[in-house]
T-cell receptor, first 111, second 112 residues
Framework: GIQVEQSPPDLILQEGANSTLRCNFSDSVNNLQWFHQNPWGQLINLFYIPSGTKQNGRLSATTVATERYSLLYISSSQTTDSGVYFCAVARGSGNTGKLIFGQGTTLQVKP | KAGVTQTPRYLIKTRGQQVTLSCSPISGHRSVSWYQQTPGQGLQFLFEYFSETQRNKGNFPGRFSGRQFSNSRSEMNVSTLELGDSALYLC???????????FGPGTRLTVL
């Protein structure tokens, strides 16, 4: 099956710093999503980005499907950005949307 | 538009009991998937339903089962609970099988 690797596993930043989180996947996909898991465990949708670039405020994401990686950029980080960020992909054979998750990047933003 | 809802939010059971978790998808969504999250194994796929049919199943024992109703609501059942079943169970819904998935707040199950 598809392997999803996220890096770095842990990241500590000072408030105001920028960061880049990476997601590598081992096969072609037709769905890629980035999530932020809040302290209560809910996965919050950040981006649905099987290819291309999207931006939403201080966050942006780029997926280069041909090279099998995606990047999540966080600019001017805030303490509320702390938490675990997950990348998830779906192989998409036409009859399943099963998401395969990476192990996550734990981000801590210090004031 | 209301998001995905899951009930109950917290549950404490003892070994050997069974449990039923419920998930109501976003209105208009027809696919529902279930995931288990544990510190050791991360997020793992349990099963996926579309139009009341199970379309895919993860690598879990037969004690884990589920179903989807005609209104797209879904339930999952775990019988003969084991300590290792303690986890956060997350439900996701989507318009279709390959569309963007949206997650509910989860049910945190503790097995004593």
């Amino acid at each position: 099956g598809i392997q999803v690797e996220q890096s770095p596993p842990d990241l500590i930043l000072q408030e105001g710093a920028n960061s880049t989180l990476r997601c590598n996947f081992s096969d072609s996909v037709n769905n890629l999503q980035w999530f932020h898991q809040n302290p209560w465990g809910q996965l919050i949708n950040l981006f649905y980005i099987p290819s291309g670039t999207k931006q939403n405020g201080r966050l942006s994401a780029t997926t280069v499907a041909t090279e099998r990686y995606s990047l999540l950029y966080i600019s001017s980080s805030q303490t509320t950005d702390s938490g675990v960020y997950f990348c998830a992909v779906a192989r998409g054979s036409g009859n399943t949307g099963k998401l395969i998750f990476g192990q996550g990047t734990t981000l801590q933003v210090k004031p | 538009k209301a998001g995905v809802t899951q009930t109950p939010r917290y549950l404490i059971k003892t070994r050997g009991q069974q449990v039923t978790l419920s998930c109501s998808p976003i209105s208009g969504h027809r696919s529902v998937s279930w995931y288990q999250q544990t510190p050791g194994q991360g997020l793992q796929f349990l099963f996926e339903y579309f139009s009341e049919t199970q379309r895919n199943k993860g690598n879990f024992p037969g004690r884990f089962s589920g179903r989807q109703f005609s209104n797209s609501r879904s339930e999952m059942n775990v019988s003969t609970l084991e300590l290792g079943d303690s986890a956060l169970y997350l439900c996701a819904s989507g318009k279709g099988l390959e569309s963007e998935q949206f997650f509910g707040p989860g049910t945190r199950l503790t097995v004593l």
